[in-house]
């Protein structure tokens, strides 16, 4: 790895932390622009239970393997973007002279960073849960609905995100006709949103889930509290997510939800820090995180070009 004071005799323009959608377009971007670019991804991917990666045109039903070596393949064609499997565990400095600590102890410089880290998911304790998950229970239908269409659908309305059930819900009558909400605890959907769902035809189970029933990653039922079984094929449900230790220690502005706040520019409350991808936004999909991450770096570019054309 360069270090600041021996192989790298200039600090990096970019240093990119995490090397998902968001981290590898951004160094794309960058690497066409002619920054000297280095990413740093190690550690488990965030979507490492999916098979597939779905609406990323081009792309599609790709797995996410093929898509990051094809990704890497593609940066090695830039000689100014460094990319190595390595991880940041602390950064200091300011905007125009960052510090990075990485994972074998050494330090490097950089002029701007990009966070993609993603998000860091915390799987439900319910029982059957982790057997589920990545292959008959998801968090995004836009990824996983189409090759379940039809199928006996449920979602879990959680404490914190049954404000947003019911759209959530009525959304589902899209790929299936046959859809349920189980909640997690009684009482927690009021009238209105009980009235609502029953008008698009959604079933509420009133009681809170024992189990999940199943064999092989195939969901078949879900067993609730009361005794009964509610024959279920795939499961949608939004465990609770926090950010990544290096994200969290630089106390970024976060939203309501823990998001990351980002400027139109995808730059976060410190200066000369951006962040793209699932760690500032709800909608977690492959080409969005693509999308933030070339928005961020052009971003990035054109402040680093004008300071130094100035600086001459």
Known sequence: ???????????????????????????????????????CDRGPRRNAA??????????????????????????AAYPLVDVHDTRVEAIDGGR???????????????????????????PL???????????????????????HKGRRWATLARVDTVAHIVPFALQLRGWTDDVAVVV?????????????LGAGGIHVAGAPVRRLVGSGGALQAIELADGQRLPCDVLFAHPPQRQVDVVASLKPRLDEHGFVVVDQRGETSIPGVFAAGDLCTRMHAAIAAASAGTFAAVAINIELTIETATAR
């Not at 997690?184 to 609502?196: F, K, N, P, T």
Request: proline share 5%.
């Open 1 to 39: 790895m360069p270090s600041p004071t021996k192989d790298a005799p200039k600090p990096y323009d970019v240093v990119i932390v995490g090397g998902g959608p968001g981290g590898l377009a951004a160094a794309l971007a960058l690497g066409r622009a002619n920054k000297r670019v280095l990413l």
């Open 50 to 75: 999916a098979i597939h990666l779905h609406n990323f045109v081009s792309r599609d039903g790709v797995t996410p393997d093929a898509f990051r070596t094809a990704s890497r393949e593609q940066l």
């Open 96 to 122: 125009g002279a960052f510090r990075l600590t990485l994972d074998d102890g050494s330090i490097v410089v950089a002029r701007r960073i990009i966070l993609a880290t993603g998000m860091i998911d915390l």
């Open 125 to 147: 304790t319910m029982d059957g849960f982790a057997d589920h998950w990545g292959s008959s229970i998801f968090q995004c239908p836009y990824c996983h609905g189409y090759d």
């Open 184 to 196: 997690e605890v009684d009482g927690l959907l009021g009238d209105d949103a009980r009235q609502a």
